[in-house]
């Protein structure tokens, strides 16, 4: 697993993303020492989107709140990181909540209500 994680940190370094951004513990992003910035993630996906494959990418992402975005949870954890046309614009976002009281669907209704400004 070391080997992975090493080979997954200089990756995404020669990208030029600031190894500061993300920790990257396991590979998987289950291990609560998994850290990663919602800058980062969208820059992730921006930089994504200029590549010959970005097309086959996107039309695999879901759609969740009539957008194509991806979604994360675990342990009190929400996220969305996806894109989002506005106006003729391909807009990229990502947003994160940790450690929300309530439930799960309560913290997702706010934060679809938030994504909606995209629309």
């Given at each position: 697993?070391?080997d ?65 975005m ?33 439930t ?16």
């Open positions: 697993a070391a992975g994680v090493g080979v997954l940190k200089a990756f995404w370094e020669q990208k030029g993303i600031d190894k500061r951004s993300m920790n990257i513990f396991d590979g998987s992003g289950l291990s609560p020492e998994d850290r990663i910035t919602t800058s980062t993630m969208a820059r992730i996906l921006q930089s994504a989107s200029s590549q010959p494959w970005f097309g086959d990418f996107y039309e695999s992402l879901p759609v969740y709140n009539d957008m194509k991806k979604s994360g949870s675990i342990n009190s954890v929400q996220a969305y990181a996806g894109f989002q046309t506005h106006e003729g614009r391909q807009l990229c976002f990502a947003i994160m909540v940790n450690n929300y009281s309530g799960g669907s309560a913290i997702r209704e706010k934060m679809f209500r938030l994504l909606n400004e995209l629309k």
